[in-house]
T-cell receptor
Framework: NAGVMQNPRHLVRRRGQEARLRCSPM?????VYWYRQLPEEGLKFMVY????????ESGMPKERFSAEFPKEGPSILRIQQVVRGDSAAYFC???????????FGDGTRLSIL | AQTVTQSQPEMSVQEAETVTLSCTYD???????LFWYKQPPSRQMILVIR??????QNATENRFSVNFQKAAKSFSLKISDSQLGDAAMYFC????????????FGQGTRLTINP
């Protein structure tokens, strides 16, 4: 059973461009979380999604950030008009229903030039 | 809102010795989960151990064990017989049993193992 797959592993963008980060949850997992890790800090919750629904986006910046988890395909975290401060590692985690633990992907390291 | 505090930015230990990493948290909930995650230089997030708040017995996974003090809201991680491969950042995390079940992480402790 493959783990949580994130791609790309590294993404470089220039200021003003768009960044798209992808996350394929583990098989059978319908709950997806996105977290952001700034350098030398812990992970911070961004958004929680179930299939086709955003359940909790309390950690998402109000502008430029969006997330989706379509019926078919991976979850996408989209950052429009990136700025230097968006440079971070972005982690996706998935879980089954109930109180099952979250399993993390290897993260996407986003660098903004 | 829940908060998690790790007061030791860095710790070091001699190989084969025992080390304890501290974690405290703040919550008004009675049912929740606590976790320790390991993040090696590869940046993977690896679940080390988990504790259900309703269980009084401390969780143990091989060389890793916790000291869970619910009244004091303390959740320390003990690593016995430290190995070079234990070197990593360690994050304590809290998860509510209700709602989104999102993880709230501490700032992390960087553990160095001295050969």
């Amino acid at each position: 059973n493959a783990g949580v797959m994130q791609n790309p592993r590294h993404l470089v963008r220039r200021r003003g461009q768009e960044a798209r980060l992808r996350c394929s949850p583990m098989k059978g997992h319908s709950h997806v979380y996105w977290y952001r890790q700034l350098p030398e800090e812990g992970l911070k919750f961004m958004v929680y999604l179930q299939k086709e629904n955003i359940i909790d986006e309390s950690g998402m910046p109000k502008e430029r950030f969006s997330a989706e988890f379509p019926k078919e395909g991976p979850s996408i975290l989209r950052i429009q008009q990136v700025v230097r401060g968006d440079s971070a590692a972005y982690f996706c985690a998935s879980r089954q229903g109930g109180n099952q633990p979250q399993h993390f992907g290897d993260g996407t390291r986003l660098s903004i030039l | 809102a829940q908060t998690v505090t790790q007061s030791q930015p860095e710790m070091s230990v001699q190989e084969a010795e025992t080390v304890t990493l501290s974690c405290t948290y703040d919550t008004s909930e009675s049912d929740y989960y606590l976790f320790w995650y390991k993040q090696p230089p590869s940046r993977q997030m690896i679940l080390v151990i988990r504790q259900e708040a309703y269980k009084q017995q401390n969780a143990t996974e091989n060389r890793f064990s916790v000291n869970f003090q619910k009244a004091a809201k303390s959740f320390s991680l003990k690593i016995s017989d430290s190995q070079l491969g234990d070197a990593a950042m360690y994050f304590c995390a809290y998860r509510s049993e209700q709602g989104a079940q999102k993880l709230v992480f501490g700032q992390g402790t960087r553990l160095t193992i001295n050969p």
